[in-house]
């Protein structure tokens, strides 16, 4: 594996899921099927290069699977999964603490619950940043998994119906993922949520702006999944709740049983960023359109082609 000068990803950060075009998330995921398919060619590129995970949230897949990426593409890493145990404890400025990390490693990976986060590490940072979540606002990778899995489960991304269902208000998978599909031509968008936990105007006005697509709010799952090409299903995020009455109230207000699985299409597929609180029921795993831990598995190789071409050694 020699480093590619050509290569448009070379050095870029991944801060928001529209930092990428369509056609650069299509290089992506043609790069991530090939990784597939012969994982022995990609097992050395990124040899003697180190990633850093800085994640000043919870987190299981995002962290774990950056870092299962980098190993198996070779390379190594070095994290901080506790906040409680770094510098920022001490008061110390995300400025700083980028600054610092990229004098040791790559390439960087954060999760951070200030808006924004990821985008002020980038303005400080000489080395690529990936944000792997900055509070309610956007998961540009995880958007990568998502298409990854879309085009893999249903073989396009385009001429798609896709329901967002739960809390698409603080859901920042979802507000990156309807971005990146608004680019597409001809999908549909039906946004299922209760009145409280609607997707921000602000995410909607982009989305508009991006293309001729439509756009359909509902509160009630019934009825709404017939149509549904991809359902994907969102946690109610208690992290960004005020109040824990508001959350409980909340929390259970959508449920994907067997029953409900009924009224979609054979070919649909079910998603889910994970982690599943109660909103999809564990019997409905058993059903051949749950794609939920595909997509999780998905994930390595979607950021390992991510890695590798930030890292300019695809
Ligand atoms: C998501 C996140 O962190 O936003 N998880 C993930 O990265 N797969 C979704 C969630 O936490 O509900």
Redesign the pocket.
């Known amino acids: 594996m020699s480093a590619n000068k050509g290569n448009a990803f070379l050095g870029r950060h991944f801060v928001d899921a529209l930092d990428f075009s369509p056609q650069e998330y299509d290089a992506l995921l043609d790069l991530a099927r090939a990784i597939h398919r012969d994982p022995a060619a990609y097992a050395q590129a990124c040899r003697g290069k180190l990633l850093a995970t800085l994640f000043f949230e919870p987190?299981t897949?995002?962290r774990l699977s950056f870092e299962a990426a980098m190993l198996r593409l070779g390379g190594q890493i070095i994290t901080v999964a506790d906040p409680q145990t770094s510098s920022a404890a001490k008061g110390e400025s995300l400025a700083d603490t980028i600054r610092t990390v990229a004098g040791y490693a790559d390439i960087i990976v954060m999760?951070h619950p200030k808006e924004g986060a990821a985008k002020l590490a980038a303005l400080h940072s000489p080395v690529p940043i990936i944000n792997?979540?900055d509070g309610a606002r956007e998961?540009p990778t995880?958007t990568l998994t998502d298409l990854f899995t879309i085009r893999e489960y249903r073989g396009r991304l385009e001429g798609l119906t896709v329901a967002f269902c739960g809390d698409l208000r603080y859901?920042?998978?979802v507000h990156s993922l309807i971005k990146a599909l608004a680019c597409r031509k001809d999908n549909r968008f039906v946004l299922i949520s209760p009145e409280e936990l609607r997707l921000p105007d602000t995410v909607k006005e982009e989305v508009k702006n991006l293309g001729r697509v439509e756009v359909r709010e509902l509160e009630r799952m019934e009825g709404a999944l017939g149509e549904a090409d991809v359902l994907y299903m969102?946690?109610v995020?208690k992290e960004r709740f005020f109040n824990e009455e508001d959350y409980i109230r909340l929390r259970d207000f959508y449920v994907l049983t067997r029953d409900r699985l009924r009224e979609m299409k054979e070919d649909a597929i079910v998603m889910h960023?994970?982690?599943r609180v109660s909103e999809i029921a564990y019997e409905v795993d058993q059903d051949k359109r749950a794609v939920y831990f595909q997509q999780?598995r998905l994930g390595v190789l979607a950021r390992m082609a991510l890695i590798a071409s930030i890292l300019g050694v695809t």
Do not use: E, I, K, V
Request: hydrophobic share 10%; net charge positive; charged share 20%.
């Open positions: 987190s897949r995002t999760r792997g979540g998961h995880q859901g920042r998978t969102t946690r995020q960023p994970l982690p999780a």
